[in-house]
């Protein structure tokens, strides 16, 4: 094995693009564009443009008796509060809508400054990375060294082992 290959291993996938480094991403462009709930009108989905009608409409002109007058009046006052009624419930939907919305986008403004914020993050380690790489062949020359000296003391044991081998004998 070379000292190259034995110091700083064998990797053969050193400089493929590779998932982790090729920039790549997980987006979904139909996940993004989804609708926010279903039933809501966007342009692909414009709604029914059903209307309401209380009364049905009268073809022709005719006249009414007493009693179909006083209860089309009745019927009118009722359906008059109700509009009311109706006014304000929709003034209080569009205003729940318009709540939500806000707090949609204010959670989508967080979400990107997480994002940018991680990219950030991860941009920093990848920078140590760089550094900590940069330092190996430092690392490498320390540990060759040390690998010298213990070679040089050992040779230098084994050079007083045999001196003192051969006086003995």
């Not at 987006?27 to 609708?35: N, T, Y």
């Not at 009118?76 to 109700?82: F, H, L, P, Q, R």
């Not at 190996?136 to 000296?149: E, M, S």
Request: aromatic share 4%; charged share 30%; glycine share 10%.
């Amino acid at each position: 094995m070379s000292l190259q290959l034995r110091l700083f291993g064998g990797n053969s996938d050193a400089g493929k693009i590779t998932a982790g480094n090729d920039g790549g991403h997980a987006i979904d462009k139909s996940k993004v564009l989804q609708a926010t709930a279903p039933g809501v009108i966007t342009p692909l989905n414009p709604g029914n443009f059903d209307s309401i009608r209380t009364a049905p409409i009268v073809p022709a002109p005719r006249y009414f008796d007493r009693d179909e007058a006083d209860r089309l009046k009745e019927l009118a006052k009722e359906k008059t509060d109700g509009a009311r009624q109706s006014k304000r419930a929709y003034q209080a939907l569009g205003k729940i809508e318009e709540a939500d919305a806000k707090v949609h986008k204010e959670h989508r403004k967080y979400e990107g400054a997480v994002a940018d914020n991680e990219l950030k993050k991860v941009r920093s380690n990848a920078s140590l990375a760089k550094k900590l790489h940069g330092l190996r062949p430092g690392y490498a020359r320390l540990g060759l060294g040390i690998d010298k000296a213990e070679n040089d003391a050992r040779t230098r044991i084994d050079a007083i082992k045999a001196k003192l081998t051969a006086g003995a004998n």
